[in-house]
């Protein structure tokens, strides 16, 4: 059988390598890394950096959510 024939199958299983790559960065985060601490910093710089914006860039942000460019923040009317 050759590469050139329409038989020809080739595939890698790579979900040990998945589970290796997993287990290295759990031990790369350590035993401290509190999931939803991060995700609630993730939450909170979100919501700085899109505060006090002006009228224009307001608008502009809603465009962007509503069109789905950005995801709808807890305080969003799209959300």
Do not use: K
């Amino acid at each position: 059988m050759s590469p050139d024939d329409s038989a020809f199958d080739f595939t890698v299983d790579l979900s040990a390598h998945e589970m290796l790559r997993r287990t290295h960065v759990m031990a790369a985060l350590g035993p401290g890394w509190d999931p939803a601490a991060a995700l609630r910093g993730e939450e909170e710089a979100r919501a700085l950096l899109y505060s006090g914006l002006d009228a224009e860039q307001q608008r502009i942000y809603d465009e962007l959510v509503a069109a789905g460019v950005l995801p709808a923040g807890p305080g969003d009317a799209a959300a």
